[in-house]
């Protein structure tokens, strides 16, 4: 089977909803420093890209038209490291279910190998 992070989620999500995650995220792979040593992008990146994306969306609250691109440019910045984010936890895991589960990001569906060649079938009788 093949290991990954799901991503679609980040379009699918609302924005409160995209800063949880997001925050378990960080938290869980600093927890896992051991097996996140090297994250590209650094987690202070995408720290610092939630909180720019949380500060334009309070801004985009009470704002106008401005406000609310601004925040619509910082969650497609903070999205862009999270994909890139994803692509370092899949292949520092390893294939590792528990290590991609301890990474906080939520798993993919398993994809399976393919068997090979089927027989053709045949008529009993």
């Known amino acids: 089977m093949i290991v990954k992070p799901a991503i679609t989620w980040l379009n699918r999500v609302n924005d409160a909803d995209l800063r949880g995650k ?5 938290k869980g792979m600093t927890d896992n420093a051991d097996i996140y040593d090297g994250p ?9 890209a939630l909180d720019d994306f949380i500060g334009k969306t309070a801004t985009a609250a ?3 038209r401005s406000a609310t691109v601004a925040r619509k440019q910082a969650r497609k910045a903070l999205t862009d490291l999270v994909r890139q984010l994803a692509c370092y936890v899949q292949v520092a895991c390893q294939g ?6 301890l990474s906080g990001f939520p798993t ?12 053709k079938p045949q008529r009993p009788g």
């Open 62 to 64: 009470d704002g106008g």
């Open 108 to 119: 993919h569906k398993p994809v399976r190998e393919p068997v090979g060649q089927l027989l």
């Open 22 to 26: 997001i925050g378990t995220i960080i």
């Open 40 to 48: 590209s992008p650094s987690l202070a990146a995408v720290q610092t």
């Open 96 to 101: 590792d279910l528990a290590q991609l589960i």
